[in-house]
């Protein structure tokens, strides 16, 4: 037999508050339902899934609650040898936002090039300006800064590479992406980790990125990778740097069959922009699977 410890968080990355109850639906990779029960535990334990020693072991994992978007995970690698951890994030169907911990000093102490471009004030209006007109755009820059800043390079991480963020017209932060001036050296950079399998090299950039000369997705999770892609012909020298532009987005899957077993947010994933609050709960999980420190960007989500 083999054990699954599944255990039930919140969007504020704590163990779902209680009394609460949770449709619990574990089908194993032969298809074949396991457990369809409603449990009132955030921390349960299934010590007696069956173990195949094969693919069957490739579960899927499904958590629902009255009011929240459902949310799982596939494949969870059960084995017979040790018991498996999933921890899983619910969140409100009608979710909030708190930036309590990412107002204009923590942000602007993190991400220095937030306002590199002006001074202190006029970068701290232009970002409240930012929080009072999109908390969705706000959120997902957090996610992605957040998730840049624990890919690592032969030279620090992506975000050292970036000298300034852009705010001018169609460039501004948006929900499901941001701009910004990186160090053109930074290309070579994501090429080197490239070859060793840490990004996976996007053909025709252009195609979805007008004016992109190159792309390259993270490779590390099966959910919310990182993408960056370089528009080459967009220049500027930054403190005599050579720079090129830079834009970050993020997608839901890597793997289509997990997109279709799980449908993780069913509604949110028909939006044609990217929903940052998905992020934020499928980079989360992906995280904790992964055995990596926590995704743990500036901001929660509430509701």
């Not at 899934?49 to 693919?55: E, S, V």
């Not at 949110?268 to 699977?289: I, K």
Request: aromatic share 12%; hydrophobic share 40%; net charge negative.
């Amino acid at each position: 037999m083999s054990q699954l410890h599944l255990r039930i968080f919140d969007g504020s990355r704590q163990l779902f508050l209680l009394p609460a109850s949770f449709l619990v639906r574990i089908v194993d990779g032969n298809q074949k339902q396991q457990r369809w029960h409603d449990y009132a535990s955030n921390d349960l334990l299934f010590p007696d899934l069956p173990f195949f020693d094969n693919q069957g072991d490739s579960y899927s994992v499904l958590v629902s609650a009255k009011g929240y978007k459902q949310a799982g995970f596939y494949p969870v690698k059960l084995s017979n040898a040790y018991v498996k951890t999933l921890d899983v994030m619910l969140v409100s169907k009608t979710p909030g936002f708190s930036f309590v911990s990412a107002r204009w000093p923590e942000a602007q102490a993190k991400y220095p090039f937030l306002g590199s471009d002006v001074d202190n004030a006029a970068g701290e209006a232009r970002y409240d300006d930012l929080l009072d007109r999109s908390e969705r755009a706000l959120a997902c820059f957090l996610n992605l800064a957040e998730a840049m800043s624990t890919i690592p390079l032969a030279e620090g991480t992506p975000l050292t590479h970036i000298r300034q963020m852009r705010w001018d017209g169609d460039f501004r932060p948006a929900q499901d992406r941001f701009f910004s001036w990186c160090d053109a050296t930074l290309i070579d950079q994501v090429r080197e980790g490239a070859s060793v399998g840490q990004f996976s090299e996007e053909p025709a950039p252009g195609l979805l990125h007008p004016g992109a000369t190159y792309s390259w997705k993270e490779a590390k999770f099966g959910e919310a990778n990182v993408q960056l892609t370089f528009h080459e012909n967009e220049k500027q020298k930054i403190g005599g740097v050579d720079c090129v532009m830079l834009e970050t987005d993020v997608d839901y899957y890597r793997d289509p069959l997990a997109h279709a077993i799980l449908e993780v947010f069913p509604n949110g994933l028909t939006h044609a922009l990217t929903d940052p609050v998905e992020v934020y709960v499928l980079r989360w999980m992906a995280g904790r699977m992964a055995g990596v420190p926590e995704f743990a960007p500036l901001y929660t989500v509430t509701g």
